[in-house]
């Protein structure tokens, strides 16, 4: 049986998300074609989400991914990487389970051969759309420029937090800084809600003090690590040591970051800029938005940054109240852009 998200009702309140993310971040016209995939857990703002491409008169097909095969997936659905093929326009709102990367990865080698414009909303939830997906986008997109352009120019990156962070990312030119700032294109896919600029770094080293959250179902699982924080150190752009209070975390994280070769290899070094995220919800989705730095281990977006090795895995690590130096030119103070 297939679930009919249009007869599906839906909290009002989600709406002003929902325009933003299919008219103002995606920028669907009635002309196109959109691939929409959700699950039980996301099927209220993936309601809101039809409401909108109703609005704007695009053809569409929506699928529910419990309708198509048990949670969690060991594949993604073939029926859905077929509709996908024929879309100028694809979303992903669904909640992360254990052990479904590779599932998104099959999904995401679709977006980027066909260069879909996709909106990945992993672990969407109400608080999100109330919240960083009510972001003004173009002003989003307009400090994400100005941070980019300041730090695609940069040989390194030094950040520091009262927690004790204290990382620096040695840069090169070879590898491109990325924006993903809610404004969607066909050249790079984007998490909603967006807000952010991204590289592989060359080289990292030093501490980094994970005291927001973790990425992946581990988010979910942990939520916001203020009272727990994870303690990581990073010796050549690998991770040499976790520490933590709570040990089932760690000895998560640890095993999370060595399932390949190069799952321990920092493959992303990213500075959040939505201005919409005021603090912690503990949602990866929305928390490396937060303005500062966040990094994650493993795959480096090779496909776009120019890095070129790959892992099957990706973890990203967030704090909080950074100060950032690009070269010698301080971009943050206190969590606060001063450029």
């Known amino acids: ?29 009635a002309t196109e074609k959109v691939t929409l995939i959700t699950d039980r857990a996301c099927e ?19 699928f529910v991914l419990e309708d198509l095969a048990p949670r969690p997936l060991t594949d993604m659905p ?19 389970q254990a052990n479904e990367l590779k599932t998104r990865m099959q ?26 997906m009510r972001a003004d986008f173009n002003k989003v997109d307009e400090l994400t420029l100005r941070v980019m352009n300041i730090v695609n120019k940069a040989k390194k990156i030094r950040a520091i937090t009262p927690a004790g962070t204290d990382i620096q990312a040695d840069l090169t030119p070879e590898y491109k800084w990325i924006k993903t700032s809610g404004i969607i294109s066909r050249e790079k896919w984007g998490n909603l809600p967006g807000g952010e600029t991204f590289t592989a770094p060359l080289e990292v080293n030093g501490i980094f003090v994970v ?8 988010c979910a699982k942990f939520g916001d690590l203020r009272k727990t924080p994870l303690t990581l ?47 912690v919800v503990g949602n990866i989705l929305q928390d490396e938005k937060i303005p500062g730095v966040h990094m994650a281990f493993g795959d480096p977006y090779g496909a776009h940054t120019g890095a070129d090795w790959t892992s099957s895995t990706h973890i990203d690590v967030v704090g909080r109240k950074f100060d950032i130096w690009a070269d010698d030119r301080q971009i943050m103070r206190n969590g606060q852009f001063v450029v």
């Open 1 to 29: 049986m297939t679930t009919d998200l249009s007869k599906k009702p839906f909290d009002p309140e989600l709406t002003p998300g929902a325009h933003n993310a299919v008219f103002i971040c995606l920028k669907v016209q």
């Open 44 to 62: 209220e703002i993936a309601a809101s989400l039809v409401a909108q491409l109703n609005s704007c008169g695009c053809m569409y097909r929506t």
């Open 78 to 96: 073939q029926v859905i990487l077929d509709d996908m093929e024929t879309s100028q326009v694809s979303i992903f709102a669904v909640q992360a």
């Open 107 to 132: 999904m995401c080698e679709v977006v980027n051969r066909k260069k879909l414009r996709h909106a990945h909303m992993v672990n969407i939830e109400k608080k999100i759309m109330l919240e960083g």
């Open 211 to 218: 005291d927001a959250v973790v990425g992946d179902y581990l």
């Open 233 to 279: 150190k990073v010796e050549k752009n690998r991770l040499t040591e976790v520490h933590c209070e709570n040990q089932e975390l760690r000895d998560e994280f640890w095993n999370y970051t060595h399932r390949d070769a190069n799952s321990d290899r920092v493959g992303e070094f990213a500075i959040g800029t939505n201005l919409a995220c005021k603090d």
